[in-house]
Structures are given as structure tokens and as C-alpha cells.
Nanobody, 122 residues
């Protein structure tokens, strides 16, 4: 089994910064893509940033230039640095990691973190 534990959410004023972390543990043979999603009240979950296994990065247009996704492979952790936060960034943020457990015949699959609340308000 694979567990993802998120941390770093909270309340911040507009223009402020937060750093989210997501640590993976358990039966992990290899980690492929890592990503962050968010879901605001009454809206569908949306992709915020992603990092495939090659280390490249992709961002939603709404966060380009403000958010940065990074990873520490040794720690099996993905981060999301969020700067210049806006009220519209308020949402529950979820990490998503594609993991292969190494079990023969069992393909890699996505795992989700429990979600962490980010509230941007004055």
C-alpha cells in the first residue's frame, strides 16, 4: 500500500506565499509523474501543476509565473511553492503521484493525498 501525506496549507493574505509538501511512503518501487490538483467549492477538481518522470514541468495558465512544482526524489516528496497568492487560489489542494509498487503484473496507478486547505483572504 502507498500513503501520501500532505502538509503546508493554511490561511494567508493576498500576495502572500505558502509551500505545500506531499510525502509518499509504503510499497514504492518507482515514482512516475507527480502533480498537484485543487478543488474550490462548487467547482470541479483541476490540474494545477505536474512533473513527469523526466523532471519537466507543466502549469495551469492561472498559476504560471506564481507557482513552482518541485520534487526530492530521495525523500519521495513533491512540493508546491505558491507565491503572489490570490483569493481565487482558495481551494483544497491534493497531491497525485503515479506509483509502481514493483509487483509483477500489477500496473502503476495514481494515489491521492488527503487534501490540504488553502485559504487566501484578508
Amino acid at each position: 500500500q502507498v500513503q501520501l501525506v500532505e502538509s503546508g496549507g493554511g490561511l494567508v493574505q493576498p500576495g502572500g506565499s505558502l509551500r505545500l509538501s506531499c510525502a509518499a511512503s509504503g510499497s514504492i518501487f518507482s515514482i512516475n509523474a507527480m502533480a498537484w490538483y485543487r478543488q474550490a467549492p462548487g467547482k470541479e477538481r483541476e490540474l494545477v501543476a505536474s512533473m513527469p518522470s523526466d523532471g519537466s514541468t507543466n502549469y495551469a495558465d492561472s498559476v504560471k509565473g506564481r507557482f513552482t512544482i518541485s520534487r526530492d526524489i530521495a525523500k519521495k516528496t513533491v512540493y508546491l511553492q505558491m507565491n503572489s497568492l490570490k483569493s481565487e487560489d482558495t481551494a483544497v489542494y491534493y497531491c497525485n503521484v503515479n506509483v509502481w509498487t514493483g509487483r509483477s503484473g500489477v500496473p502503476a496507478r495514481d494515489y491521492w493525498g488527503q487534501g490540504t486547505q488553502v485559504t487566501v483572504s484578508s
